[in-house]
T-cell receptor, first 113, second 112 residues
Framework: GAVVSQHPSWVICKSGTSVKIECRSLDFQATTMFWYRQFPKQSLMLMATSNEGSKATYEQGVEKDKFLINHASLTLSTLTVTSAHPEDSSFYIC?????????FGAGTRLSVL | SQQGEEDPQALSIQEGENATMNCSYKTSINNLQWYRQNSGRGLVHLILIRSNEREKHSGRLRVTLDTSKKSSSLLITASRAADTASYFCATDARNYGQNFVFGPGTRLSVLP
C-alpha cells in the first residue's frame, strides 16, 4: 500500500502560537488531499479538501484563516493552525487520495496550553 | 448530516468469535469503504465495495452492500485480540455532490 508520512505526531504549544503539521506521500503522487479533525472516541470530521492545481475547499464551519492549508506539491500538504487556543486541541489526520482509496497519515495530537 | 452510521457503537467479543458491524447511509454512493483505526493512530484501508457489487471478501473480512436498504456490513471471522480497534465505514459519493464521509465508528474489543 501507499505510505503517507505525517509529522509531528504530537505537539504541545502555548495559546496564541501557530503550529504547522506536515503530510507527505512517500511513494505516490496524490491528486487529492484531505485534512480531518477527530475528537476522542468520535469519528473523523472533514475540515478541507484540496485537489491538484486548486486551492483548498473548506467545510462549512471551518475557518480558512485559522486553518491554513497549503497544497505545496503533489506529494506535500501542510496544515497550519494559527493563533492556536485550547479549544483547537484535537487529533488532526491527513489523507491523500489515490484512485478511490485514501491513505492516511498517523495523525498529530495537538495540545494547546 | 451524518452519511454513514455504524452500529453497534461498541462491541466486545471473545477471541475466535465472529464480529459483525453494520453501516447505514442516506444518499446514493459510488462506493463504500471500511477502515480500521488503532487507538491514537491513523486509519488503514481494509476493503472497498462498489455500488454495483453485493459482497466482497478479503482474508477474514467479508463485506456486504445492499444499496436498496442503503446499508453495509463488515464481518470479521475468527477474531483475534489484534483485531481490537475502531472500525469506520466511509461513503464515497463524490459523483453525487457529497464529500467522502465517515460514520461514527464501532469500537471492537476482542478479549483473549
Amino acid at each position: 500500500g501507499a505510505v503517507v508520512s505525517q509529522h509531528p505526531s504530537w505537539v504541545i504549544c502555548k495559546s496564541g502560537t501557530s503550529v504547522k503539521i506536515e503530510c507527505r506521500s512517500l511513494d505516490f503522487q496524490a491528486t487529492t488531499m484531505f485534512w480531518y479533525r477527530q475528537f476522542p472516541k468520535q469519528s473523523l470530521m472533514l475540515m478541507a479538501t484540496s485537489n491538484e492545481g486548486s486551492k483548498a475547499t473548506y467545510e462549512q464551519g471551518v475557518e480558512k484563516d485559522k486553518f491554513l492549508i497549503n497544497h505545496a506539491s503533489l506529494t506535500l500538504s501542510t496544515l497550519t493552525v494559527t493563533s492556536a487556543h485550547p479549544e483547537d486541541s484535537s487529533f488532526y489526520i491527513c489523507s491523500m487520495g489515490r484512485g478511490n482509496i485514501q491513505y492516511f497519515g498517523a495523525g498529530t495530537r495537538l495540545s494547546v496550553l | 448530516s451524518q452519511q454513514g452510521e455504524e452500529d453497534p457503537q461498541a462491541l466486545s467479543i471473545q477471541e475466535g468469535e465472529n464480529a459483525t458491524m453494520n453501516c447505514s447511509y442516506k444518499t446514493s454512493i459510488n462506493n463504500l469503504q471500511w477502515y480500521r483505526q488503532n487507538s491514537g493512530r491513523g486509519l488503514v484501508h481494509l476493503i472497498l465495495i462498489r455500488s454495483n457489487e453485493r459482497e466482497k471478501h478479503s482474508g477474514r473480512l467479508r463485506v456486504t452492500l445492499d444499496t436498496s436498504k442503503k446499508s453495509s456490513s463488515l464481518l470479521i471471522t475468527a477474531s483475534r485480540a489484534a483485531d481490537t480497534a475502531s472500525y469506520f465505514c466511509a461513503t464515497d459519493a463524490r459523483n453525487y455532490g457529497q464529500n467522502f464521509v465517515f460514520g461514527p465508528g464501532t469500537r471492537l474489543s476482542v478479549l483473549p
